[in-house]
């Protein structure tokens, strides 16, 4: 069974730095692209980047450029999702999620979601 | 900001059938690219509905269905149930410098 699970709720400050993870199994994680996608409060859903875990290839969205480093351990099958100096406006729900591969540019399968909040 | 756009919202009375748009542009629907949609029930992760414009995975059942014409697409959902009571999004491909994957503006489905 194919599964991402996230890491645990988050409360940070304004300034703090933070890593977030989603580890993968029952699949072949080194085949899969692994996207990252933000929910802010109450809106909707967001593109952030992608990374291919074999490689680690790795693309942004213009707007999260610059702002957030994503990364890949294939040694234990986890994708990371990192801010160097948090802001408010982070607070968000994030989630990762798998694209399916041989060509398809949808995400099949998806973590439950790490909350972040920040707040002073 | 999400470059496909959806109503807000759409409801309908359980039994009837209620439509979805999604419109883009010729940067990702029109370019050919395939749409996709999630739901999104409250306070879980959004879960694959539709692929490929019109393919249902495993377990979601044919209410649901999808299409897709030039720059936009949709989802219909007939026979609406309670259990449909949740946030959809769609989702393409974008080929401009923008973005890559680009979800819509989400729209939320009330059962009256």
């Known amino acids: 069974e194919v599964q991402l699970v996230q890491s645990g709720a988050e409360v940070k400050k304004p300034g703090e730095s933070l890593k977030i993870s989603c580890k993968g199994s029952g699949y072949s994680f080194t085949s899969y692209w692994i996207g990252w996608v933000r929910q802010m409060p109450g809106k909707g859903l967001e593109w952030m980047g992608i990374?291919?875990?074999?490689?680690?290839?790795?693309r942004y969205s213009p707007s999260f450029q610059g702002q957030v480093t994503i990364s890949a351990d294939k040694s234990i099958s986890t994708a990371y999702l990192q801010w160097s100096s948090l802001k408010a406006s982070d607070t968000a729900m994030y989630y990762c999620?798998?694209?399916?591969?041989?060509?398809?540019?949808?995400?099949?399968?998806w973590g439950q979601g790490t909350l972040v909040t920040v707040s002073s | 900001q999400s470059v496909l756009t959806q109503p807000p919202s759409v409801s309908g009375a359980p039994g009837q059938r209620v439509t979805i748009s999604c419109t883009g542009s010729s940067s990702n629907i029109g370019a050919g690219y395939d749409v996709h949609w999630y739901q999104q029930l409250p306070g879980t992760a959004p879960k694959l509905l539709i692929y490929?414009?019109?393919n249902r995975p495993s377990g979601v059942p044919d209410r649901f269905s999808g299409s897709k014409s030039g720059t936009s697409a949709s989802l219909a959902i007939t026979g609406l149930q309670a259990e449909d009571e949740a946030d959809y999004y769609c989702q393409s491909y974008d080929s401009s410098l923008s973005a890559h994957y680009v979800f819509g503006t989400g729209t939320k489905v009330t059962v009256l």
């Open positions: 490929g414009n019109s």
């Open positions: 999620a798998r694209r399916k591969g041989s060509g398809w540019d949808y995400f099949d399968y």
């Open positions: 990374i291919y875990p074999g490689d680690s290839d790795t």
